[in-house]
């Protein structure tokens, strides 16, 4: 008899996290736990949520589900990635699935998929929207080479001439669908001047249609989608306006469906990139196992928080390497964790 746990955690944050519509200290996020060992993580959106009670009802519907599997396998996986329960907790779910396939057959998780190994992960940095001049400060004294800035909010313009005062770095931009189609005119092309070559949802996604418009035909900026694009059907209603996506994991309900997504981008000539939200590693796995479908990788989340819960993934600045005990999924750290848990 299989045995599973729910832990709801509050994550402090090493600095306010701020996006265009909204910012947090503290990310509560939760937890799922098969037979004590193969864990998942479901982690919402700052902004756009789900709300906790949702979550939680959601995983307890999906829970009460797999109880009924006779067994626990690749079309356990299938079904689980199958359930019509929000997103953010079907991720969880999967990722908790996926480990315990790797941890019961003494495979690595991206070998259960048929996926490539996880070598040479770079990930971006983010900086929150701050004042211009704070900003500038932060992103000149970052050691990380690869740096996203938020942006989105009504001193953007200002924020332009920070990058002519940067060396040495490649500064993406996501504004969250901050701008105005007009906006999104004049920012992707002075951005585009300065040498930014990815700019993740310029506008909201109702606005997607006018992305080609808006990037014009000197621009070499690669457009993004994140928001708006959760399943392998937004994929193919939005492909024709976009240059990328942004799978995540808690968008899209977990590793199968963001594997059709990166599959179907790549066989379009698109870019795929694997983003986060705020979340420890026991999320962040389920995007390193197939991290060999992507491009780029915006998967800095757990270097956010002020502690990780969990072991297996290692980060050496903008390097990320999972070890080489990480069958069986990321392993919680007991004594961190239980200074977390929110009752």
């Given at each position: 008899?299989?045995?599973?746990?729910?832990?709801?955690?509050?994550?402090?944050l090493?600095?306010?996290?701020?996006?265009?519509?909204?910012?947090?200290?503290?990310?509560?996020?939760?937890?799922?736990?098969?037979?004590?060992?193969?864990?998942?993580?479901?982690?919402?959106?700052?902004h756009?949520?789900?709300?906790?009670?949702?979550?939680?009802?959601?995983?307890?519907?999906?829970?009460?589900?797999?109880?009924?599997?006779?067994?626990?396998?690749?079309?356990?996986?299938?079904?689980?990635?199958?359930?019509?329960?929000?997103?953010?907790?079907?991720?969880?779910?999967?990722?908790?699935?996926?480990?315990?396939?790797?941890?019961?057959?003494?495979?690595?998780?991206?070998?259960?998929?048929?996926?490539?190994?996880?070598?040479?992960?770079?990930?971006?940095?983010?900086?929150?929207?701050?004042?211009?001049?704070?900003?500038?400060?932060?992103?000149?004294?970052?050691?990380?080479?690869?740096?996203?800035?938020?942006?989105?909010?009504?001193?953007?313009?200002?924020?332009?001439?920070?990058?002519?005062?940067?060396?040495?770095?490649?500064?993406?931009?996501?504004?969250?669908?901050?701008?105005?189609?007009?906006?999104?005119e004049?920012?992707?092309?002075?951005?585009?001047?300065?040498?930014?070559?990815?700019?993740?949802?310029?506008?909201?996604?109702?606005?997607?249609?006018?992305?080609?418009?808006?990037?014009?035909?000197?621009?070499?900026?690669?457009?993004?989608?994140?928001?708006?694009?959760?399943?392998?059907?937004?994929?193919?209603?939005?492909?024709?306006?976009?240059?990328?996506?942004?799978?995540?994991?808690?968008?899209?309900?977990?590793?199968?469906?963001?594997?059709?997504?990166?599959?179907?981008?790549?066989?379009?000539?698109?870019?795929?990139?694997?983003?986060?939200?705020?979340?420890?590693?026991?999320?962040?796995?389920?995007?390193?196992?197939?991290?060999s479908?992507?491009?780029?990788?915006?998967l800095?989340?757990?270097?956010?928080?002020?502690?990780?819960?969990?072991?297996?993934?290692?980060?050496?600045?903008?390097?990320?390497?999972?070890?080489r005990?990480?069958?069986?999924?990321?392993?919680?750290?007991?004594?961190?964790?239980?200074?977390?848990?929110?009752?």
């Amino acid at each position: 008899m299989n045995h599973l746990d729910v832990v709801k955690v509050n994550l402090p944050l090493k600095n306010v996290f701020r996006v265009s519509k909204g910012e947090t200290t503290v990310k509560t996020n939760v937890i799922t736990v098969l037979n004590n060992r193969y864990t998942g993580e479901a982690a919402g959106s700052v902004h756009y949520g789900p709300d906790l009670g949702e979550i939680e009802q959601d995983l307890q519907s999906g829970i009460e589900q797999i109880k009924l599997f006779e067994s626990i396998d690749l079309e356990a996986l299938e079904s689980v990635s199958n359930f019509e329960i929000n997103p953010v907790a079907k991720s969880a779910l999967v990722g908790m699935i996926v480990n315990y396939l790797s941890g019961e057959s003494k495979r690595y998780p991206w070998e259960i998929l048929n996926l490539g190994t996880p070598v040479g992960v770079k990930s971006s940095i983010t900086i929150g929207i701050e004042k211009p001049k704070e900003m500038l400060e932060k992103i000149k004294n970052c050691d990380y080479p690869i740096i996203k800035i938020k942006m989105g909010n009504e001193e953007d313009i200002m924020v332009l001439d920070i990058l002519d005062q940067l060396e040495g770095k490649e500064i993406r931009v996501d504004a969250n669908g901050g701008w105005t189609c007009a906006k999104a005119e004049e920012m992707v092309f002075h951005l585009s001047q300065k040498g930014v070559k990815i700019i993740e949802q310029p506008t909201d996604a109702e606005f997607v249609s006018e992305w080609n418009h808006i990037k014009g035909k000197k621009s070499d900026a690669c457009l993004i989608m994140d928001e708006g694009l959760n399943s392998l059907e937004d994929y193919k209603k939005y492909s024709e306006f976009i240059d990328g996506v942004n799978i995540k994991m808690e968008k899209c309900g977990g590793i199968v469906e963001g594997i059709a997504i990166a599959n179907a981008a790549r066989e379009d000539g698109k870019k795929v990139m694997l983003g986060c939200m705020v979340e420890s590693s026991i999320g962040i796995a389920q995007s390193l196992y197939m991290s060999s479908r992507a491009d780029y990788y915006d998967l800095d989340a757990p270097l956010l928080l002020k502690e990780d819960i969990a072991r297996g993934i290692t980060y050496d600045m903008e390097s990320i390497a999972v070890d080489r005990e990480i069958i069986g999924g990321p392993k919680i750290m007991r004594d961190v964790i239980e200074k977390y848990i929110s009752q």
